[in-house]
C-alpha cells in the first residue's frame, strides 16, 4: 500500500531565516505531487504541483520554491522567511485519472 | 474556472441526530468531486468521490453524498453521527488539481 510521509511534524522559526520541508512517498511510482498551505480558519491552497521529476508548476506568487529531486520526493523551500509565512503545510499525492489526492500528516510551521 | 462553496461554517449536532453539509460547485465540465474530513492538527482523509455514475456515493464511515448536476451541489450526510465524526469537513472539485471549498467544522454535542 502506499504511504505518503512528511517531516518535521512542527517548526519554530524566526523570520528571515530558510525553510526546508520534505515530503516523500512510498508504494508507488510517477505520483503528481502537491503542496497546500491551509491558514488558521481557512481552507487549503495550493502552492505547487508536480507531474513529474523537474517539473514544477507554482500556482501563488511567493517567497516559497519547490523541488522534486526524486521521483516520489518533493521538497518546499524558502530562503528567508516571511510571518505571513506561518501555517499548515500539508502534501498530497495523486495518480492517473482518477484524480483523487492522498494528504500526509502535515507541518506546522509557526514563524516568530 | 473551477471553485466551490460551503454555505455552513460551523454546524452543531446532537450524537445519533442526522448530519448534512452542503457544498456547491463551479466547474466548466462534468466535475469530479471529492469529500475530505480533517481531524485538528492531522491531514485529510477522503471520505468519498464522484466521477460518473450513480449520483448516491458511499463512503467510508457511514457518509453518503449525492451530486445533483441541476443545482450544482454535492452534499454530504450522515444518518446517525458519532462523537467521532466531530471534525472539519472540505468539498473539493477538479481534475489533477484540485479546488476546495473553506470547510465546515461539525461539533458534536451528547
Known amino acids: 500500500s502506499q504511504t505518503i510521509h512528511q517531516w518535521p511534524a512542527t517548526l519554530v522559526q524566526p523570520v528571515g531565516s530558510p525553510l526546508s520541508l520534505e515530503c516523500t512517498v512510498e508504494?508507488?511510482?510517477?505520483?503528481?505531487l502537491y503542496w497546500y498551505r491551509q491558514a488558521a480558519g481557512r481552507g487549503l491552497q495550493l502552492l505547487f504541483y508536480?507531474?513529474?521529476?523537474?517539473?514544477i508548476s507554482s500556482e501563488v506568487p511567493q517567497n516559497l520554491s519547490a523541488s522534486r529531486p526524486q521521483d516520489r520526493q518533493f521538497i518546499l523551500s524558502s530562503k528567508k522567511l516571511l510571518l505571513s509565512d506561518s501555517g499548515f503545510y500539508l502534501c498530497?499525492?495523486?495518480?492517473?485519472?482518477?484524480?483523487?489526492?492522498?494528504f500526509g500528516p502535515g507541518t506546522r510551521l509557526t514563524v516568530t | 474556472a473551477q471553485s466551490v462553496t460551503q454555505p455552513d461554517i460551523h454546524i452543531t449536532v446532537s450524537e445519533g441526530a442526522s448530519l448534512e453539509l452542503r457544498c456547491n460547485y463551479s466547474?466548466?465540465?462534468?466535475?469530479?468531486l471529492f469529500w475530505y474530513v480533517q481531524s485538528p492538527g492531522q491531514g485529510l482523509q477522503l471520505l468519498l468521490k464522484y466521477f460518473s455514475g450513480d449520483t448516491l456515493v458511499q463512503g467510508i464511515k457511514g457518509f453518503e453524498a449525492e451530486f445533483k448536476r441541476s443545482q450544482s451541489s454535492f452534499n454530504l450526510r450522515k444518518p446517525s453521527v458519532h462523537w467521532s465524526d466531530a471534525a472539519e469537513y472540505f468539498c473539493a472539485v477538479g481534475s489533477y488539481k484540485l479546488s476546495f471549498g473553506a470547510g465546515t467544522t461539525v461539533t458534536v454535542r451528547a
Open positions: 508536480s507531474v513529474g521529476i523537474g517539473q
Open positions: 466547474y466548466g465540465a462534468t466535475p469530479y
Open positions: 498530497a499525492w495523486g495518480q492517473g485519472f482518477s484524480y483523487e489526492q492522498y
Open positions: 508504494g508507488t511510482s510517477n505520483p503528481n
